[in-house]
């Protein structure tokens, strides 16, 4: 309760008339020095120290009261005291300019009235502290080593009193001792809240450590906050999945704080240097949540934890919570890296979920209701049709770009696994619900595909592509499967995903997306590329070996005759020759291979051709990818610049 003087009132009881008590046994000032000097050397208890300092004053100065104000912010607060009035200290307080302890303080002179002293102008009316029964008063300043005035001293005395030279001299004298004191104690309690506080951040920082869930940590970091620097409030707000702030934990515990959109908070602008006045976001804040903070400062610090906003710790400290700050700055500290350990296990873990997931979904060797079961926890509806998204990186020549800005530079996805981020990111912007599995030498993703969307499910993943490769340092080559409906169906779309990734990319020798579709006849000879040899594919080694030694394209030209069934003026038209050209070419073609193209097996000769393609395409990719690796270990021998994998 804060008491505030108000002026005399008009009519007061006439104070009876007496006659000033001897010194008697104050005559010797010098021994009630010594005393005081004595009681301020006792040891650093400020309470000690002003109760037995208001002792001695009363005793030598013959005064019926004595009063000891401190100076906090702009008012003086009654702190110490004569026995008939200790009820009131901390209770009592007077604004910084009135009163004559307000006098005093403003003018840093000492003051004295010899009679009638409430009808002195410098005086105002407390009636719990009785001032009608004194008719004198001395006051004097507290000044600190600096000269600021730290506190006042007064004595009042029922009878008249004229106090003389020595007398305020004496005061004077002990006022000096007692602002040393003052300031010695101060020191010592700030330097003793200190080491407290340090003890209890030193245990809070074990606990935050230990926490084994968010909400354990939550609840810790608010309770041992508030415990430490003695706070009216702690709370902390935390994003939840729609990226709104919400209250986790709070001390005092609430529900009914307000959720937080974080675009309507500016965080750079809620901090502030230890010691320094809240900012004008803080204060707006602090109303916001709290209401007018009254004597409180409000701190707030904020939790940088992932990818999504930053969550907030926010507390209302005591106007004289010293060292509170730093111990705000540190608890903030530890607590954000503890969220973000917390964040990095839950992902991981998330992760682990994920990949065992689509791990038993491609094989097809899980329990189908446990598949079906865990497809339902990560949202997934296995009897919804899924296309089957696979994507590695392209390792092929590399394509033809713009070169970028500086600033776009600086922007540009360098690595396979910022290729991989982005993907993911604007895969589930671009198609909600998209469940995606990240791994270190490719990616897969299920994206729902409506009966009837499919093409504009893969014009959107094209669209995607396209941007990233605009964006990127590094190129991917994405394939999409057929649509899968039902756990049996998603074996074969994994497999047709990857293909479709691989050989769409082999055959058209450049990066993109390919459904399985696109793949066109390569998808019929996919399984056989490796285990049929056959004496088509013998012989059509002869003419790859002619095309890589003279630069022709005989195979090309076999290829495009046998797809248009003979037909010679069709394929001189596709491979740009003149019909006799052609004639000429497929004479070469018979008499290097060894074929009878009239007599031929031609659907047995054509997938011999697509067999050999394939073939000739994987091995290019291995030897591109070899000739990177050489690359790359050459410039790390050399200490050349980072290669991109």
């Not at 003086?76 to 004569?82: E, G, I, K, N, P």
């Not at 001299?169 to 309690?189: D, K, M, P, W």
């Not at 092929?396 to 290729?419: F, M, N, Q, Y």
Request: proline share 5%.
């Amino acid at each position: 309760m804060t008491i505030t003087a108000r002026s005399a009132p008009a009519e007061k009881r006439a104070p009876r008339p007496k006659v000033a008590p001897t010194r008697g046994r104050a005559s010797d000032e010098q021994s009630y020095l010594y005393r005081i000097i004595q009681t301020i050397s006792a040891g650093p208890d400020l309470e000690t120290i002003l109760r037995g300092t208001v002792r001695l004053l009363t005793e030598a100065t013959g005064c019926h009261a004595c009063f000891v104000y401190f100076v906090e912010g702009d008012r003086l607060v009654l702190r110490a005291a004569s026995n008939v009035y200790a009820h009131l200290e901390g209770t009592v307080s007077l604004p910084g300019d009135k009163g004559l302890a307000g006098w005093v303080a403003a003018s840093r002179r000492s003051a004295f009235i010899k009679e009638n002293a409430l009808e002195d102008p410098r005086v105002v009316y407390v009636p719990e502290m009785e001032e009608e029964r004194f008719q004198s008063m001395v006051s004097v300043p507290v000044l600190a080593r600096a000269g600021d005035v730290i506190g006042v001293i007064n004595l009042h005395t029922e009878a008249p009193r004229e106090f003389d030279r020595n007398d305020l001299e004496f005061i004077e004298h002990t006022a000096s001792l007692v602002a040393g004191a003052i300031e010695n104690a101060r020191l010592y309690q700030d330097a003793t809240r200190r080491v407290a506080m340090l003890t209890e951040l030193s245990r809070l920082s074990h606990d935050i450590a230990l926490a084994a869930s968010v909400d354990e940590l939550v609840d810790i970091v608010t309770t041992g906050c508030q415990a430490a620097i003695d706070a009216e409030r702690v709370e902390i707000y935390l994003a939840d999945p729609d990226g709104h702030l919400q209250l986790r934990s709070g001390f005092p515990a609430r529900d009914d704080a307000p959720v937080l959109e974080p675009e309507t908070v500016r965080f750079d602008d809620l901090v502030t240097e230890a010691g320094a006045p809240p900012t004008a976001e803080a204060l707006r804040l602090s109303e916001r949540l709290w209401g007018p903070a009254g004597d409180g400062v409000p701190r707030f610090v904020p939790l940088a934890i992932g990818d999504g906003p930053p969550g907030l710790l926010g507390v209302l400290c005591r106007a004289r919570a010293t060292g509170a700050d730093n111990v705000v700055s540190a608890v903030a500290s530890h607590a954000a890296v503890a969220l973000r350990h917390h964040d990095l296990v839950s992902r991981l873990r998330e992760e682990n979920v994920v990949k065992d997931f689509f791990d038993a979904l491609a094989h097809g060797d899980g329990n189908t209701d446990a598949l079906e079961s865990q497809a339902g926890r990560l949202g997934i509806d296995l009897d919804e049709p899924f296309m089957v998204v696979h994507a590695v990186p392209w390792a092929g020549r590399p394509t033809e770009r713009r070169r970028p800005s500086s600033k776009e530079a600086r922007a540009r996805l360098a690595t396979w696994s910022d290729v991989v981020a982005a993907l993911e990111a604007r895969l589930i912007s671009a198609l909600p619900g998209t469940l995606f599995d990240s791994r270190a030498t490719y990616c897969r993703a299920l994206v729902a595909a409506p009966r009837g969307r499919e093409r504009k499910v893969a014009e959107t993943i094209t669209a995607v592509h396209e941007k990233i490769e605009r964006d990127s340092d590094a190129s991917m080559t994405v394939g999409l499967s057929n649509s899968c409906r039902g756990s049996a169906s998603f074996p074969q779309g994994f497999e047709e995903a990857a293909s479709a990734a691989e050989v769409g990319a082999l055959i058209k020798d450049r990066p993109g997306v390919y459904t399985y579709d696109d793949l066109g006849p390569y998808r019929y000879v996919l399984d056989a590329e490796e285990g049929v040899r056959d004496r088509h594919q013998d012989r059509l080694g002869r003419l790859v070996e002619y095309d890589q030694r003279r630069g022709t394209e005989l195979l090309q030209t076999l290829e495009v005759y046998l797809e248009s069934r003979g037909n010679i003026v069709r394929t001189a038209r596709t491979v740009y020759a003149h019909p006799n050209t052609l004639r000429q070419r497929l004479a070469r073609i018979e008499q290097l291979s060894g074929f009878d193209l009239e007599h031929e097996d031609w659907l047995s000769l054509g997938i011999a051709i697509k067999l050999v393609k394939l073939r000739m395409a994987r091995e290019s990719a291995r030897e591109r990818e070899r000739a990177r690796a050489l690359r790359v270990a050459r410039e790390q021998r050399e200490g050349g610049s980072d290669v991109v994998d």
